[in-house]
C-alpha cells in the first residue's frame, strides 16, 4: 500500500506539469498548421491570424508566480552555560564544556549525544540544554541513551545531556516531536508538556504541542501512559490521546497521518485544507490566508512529498481542491478558481 500511494503521486505530480502539457498541445497545433499548409496554401493568412491571435493572449497573460520555498534541516542548541550553537544539515559542529569534554557532535542534520558519552559523574553540573526548531525546518536528535526524536518545525525541546538517576525525563515546550525511546524498564522516560505528562518504557509515538491548551499523542508502537491533572490513560497502538485543560479523549486513528511526517511523507485523509495550510505556513516559513474562510473546510486526501518544494503541494492542492494560490506581497492567498 505504502509503495502504490508513493507511485500515485509521483505520478500524479508528473501530471500537473502545465507547462509541459501547453508545449505538447501547441506542438500539436503546429503541426497541423504545417499540413494544412502543404495542402492548401489558400490557408496562409488565417492560419498566421490564430497564431499572432495566441501569441498575443499568451504574451497577456499573466504567468503563475512560481513557489520555490523549501524546508531545511537547521536549529539552534542552547547549553546551560548559555553558549549558542546554529545547526545546520552542511556542517559539523562539536559541542563541548568549559572542561573540554566532548558531549555531542551534529552533522547531516542530527545531533549526537552518543558521539562520545562522558561517565554521568563529570555532567552533574552541566544541566539542560535547549534545542529549538524554526518555522521552515526539522532536526533530529539521538539522546545520551539511545532515543531518537525528530522535530517538526516550530519546536522547542528541553533534556540533559546525559541521564542521571532512576528517571529520564525531557520537555516538550511547544511543537511536535516524533520519539523512538530506548528500551529501558528499570528507567522510564516521561515528556512532560504543558498540558499533560506521557510515560513509556520504550516505544514509538507522536506529541502535537502547537496549541498551549491542547495536546495530541499519537501511539504507533509499545504503551505510554498519560496524564493530565488527575486524568490518567493507557494508550496502545492505533490509540490517540487528546488532552485539553485537564481532561484526555481517547480515539481509535490511521496512525500513518500523524506520525508520516518523520519519514518526509504527509499522508492525508479528509484533512481539511485550513490544516493543511497551517502546516504547510510551518514547513515552508511562508504565511498562506484564505480569500473565503468557507474554502478552508474542504477536505483532502493523498499525499505530499515534504522534500519538495512548496510548488508541487501547490500543483497538487490546486488541482484537487479547485483553488489557486496567489502571492500578494510576502503572503500567499488561497483563492477559489475562477
Known amino acids: ?14 501530471g500537473c506539469d502545465t507547462e509541459a502539457a501547453w508545449r505538447q498541445v501547441w506542438g500539436r497545433i503546429e503541426r497541423r498548421s504545417r499540413m494544412r499548409l502543404y495542402r492548401r ?21 499573466p504567468v503563475p508566480p512560481r513557489f520555490d520555498e523549501r524546508g531545511r534541516q537547521e536549529a539552534t542548541l542552547t547549553t546551560a552555560g548559555q553558549e549558542r550553537y546554529m ?5 559539523n559542529t562539536v559541542i563541548g564544556t568549559d572542561q573540554g569534554l566532548r558531549l555531542a557532535w551534529s552533522t547531516h542534520g542530527e545531533l549526537d549525544y552518543q558521539a562520545r558519552q562522558p561517565q554521568a559523574d563529570t555532567l552533574k553540573d552541566v544541566g539542560r540544554h535547549r534545542l529549538e ?19 517538526n518545525a516550530e519546536s522547542r525541546l528541553s533534556y540533559p545531556p546525559v541521564f542521571v538517576g532512576s528517571r529520564r525525563e525531557v520537555s516538550l515546550q511547544g511543537g511536535e516531536g516524533f520519539f523512538e525511546v530506548a528500551k ?3 528507567h522510564p522516560f516521561i515528556v512532560h508538556t504543558a498540558q499533560a505528562d506521557i510515560e513509556v518504557l520504550g516505544t514509538r509515538f507522536n506529541v502535537s504541542a502547537y496549541e498551549a491548551d491542547r495536546v495530541v499523542v499519537t501511539l504507533e508502537e509499545g504503551s505510554v501512559r498519560l496524564t ?16 485539553t485543560r485537564g481532561t484526555i479523549a481517547v480515539d481509535a486513528v490511521n496512525v500513518r497521518n500523524y506520525t508520516s511526517w518523520a519519514t518526509g511523507v504527509y499522508e ?16 515552508y516559513d511562508v504565511d498562506i490566508n484564505f480569500a473565503n474562510p468557507a474554502l478552508g473546510r474542504r477536505r483532502f486526501a493523498g499525499v505530499i512529498f515534504r522534500d519538495q518544494p512548496l510548488q508541487q503541494a501547490v500543483d497538487i492542492l ?11 506581497g510576502e503572503t500567499i492567498v488561497i483563492e477559489e478558481r475562477k
Open 1 to 14: 500500500m505504502d509503495w502504490y500511494k508513493l507511485k500515485r503521486m509521483n505520478d500524479f505530480a508528473a
Open 41 to 61: 496554401w489558400a490557408g496562409v493568412a488565417a492560419v498566421l491570424a490564430v497564431a499572432v491571435g495566441a501569441g498575443w493572449w499568451y504574451l497577456r497573460t
Open 87 to 91: 545547526l545546520y544539515a552542511g556542517t
Open 133 to 151: 526548531v524554526p518555522r521552515g525546518g526539522e532536526y533530529k536528535l539521538l539522546l545520551a541513551d539511545g532515543t531518537r526524536i525528530h522535530l
Open 184 to 186: 529501558d524498564p528499570t
Open 228 to 243: 493530565a491533572g488527575t486524568d490518567t490513560r493507557l494508550l496502545v497502538p492505533g490509540q490517540q490521546g487528546v488532552v
Open 268 to 283: 492525508y485523509e479528509e484533512t481539511t485544507l485550513a490544516a493543511i495550510a497551517q502546516q504547510l505556513s510551518r514547513w
Open 318 to 328: 490546486s488541482k484537487v481542491s479547485d483553488v489557486r494560490f496567489v502571492k500578494r
